[in-house]
C-alpha cells in the first residue's frame, strides 16, 4: 500500500471512486465497494485553482487526474508546488 491516506479506485482504468485507508481497515473482509466514496478528480485540462478546491478533501494526498472519459491518467501533488 501507498503512504496516501485516500486512494483511487478504477476499473479497466476509468476512475470509479475513493477509498480512504481508515475504511479499508474497518472493512476488513467486505468489498472495498462497501466503503468506496464519490470518484472526484481534476480533469486533464483544468486549472491548479480548480484542483486547489478538492485540496480539503484529499489534504496532502495525490489529487486523481482523468481524461473527459474518466479514464485515470495521474495524480497531482498539490503539496509539492
Same mark, same amino acid.
Given at each position: 500500500?501507498?503512504?496516501?491516506?485516500?486512494? !483511487?479506485?478504477?476499473?479497466?482504468?476509468? #476512475?470509479?471512486? #475513493?477509498?480512504?485507508? *481508515?475504511?479499508?481497515?474497518? !472493512?476488513?473482509?467486505?468489498?472495498?465497494?462497501?466503503?468506496?466514496? *464519490?470518484?472526484?478528480?481534476?480533469?486533464?485540462?483544468?486549472?491548479? +485553482?480548480?484542483?486547489? *478546491?478538492? *485540496? $480539503?478533501?484529499?489534504?496532502?494526498? $495525490? +489529487?486523481?487526474?482523468?481524461?473527459?472519459?474518466?479514464?485515470?491518467?495521474?495524480?497531482?501533488? #498539490?503539496?509539492? #508546488?
Amino acid at each position: 500500500m501507498h503512504n496516501e491516506n485516500t486512494l !483511487a479506485v478504477a476499473d479497466e482504468g476509468r #476512475l470509479i471512486g #475513493l477509498v480512504r485507508r *481508515e475504511g479499508l481497515v474497518r !472493512a476488513g473482509g467486505e468489498p472495498v465497494a462497501s466503503v468506496m466514496e *464519490e470518484a472526484l478528480s481534476v480533469k486533464v485540462d483544468e486549472t491548479l +485553482i480548480e484542483a486547489r *478546491e478538492l *485540496e $480539503p478533501t484529499f489534504g496532502p494526498d $495525490p +489529487i486523481p487526474v482523468t481524461d473527459h472519459d474518466e479514464h485515470l491518467v495521474g495524480g497531482l501533488s #498539490l503539496s509539492s #508546488l
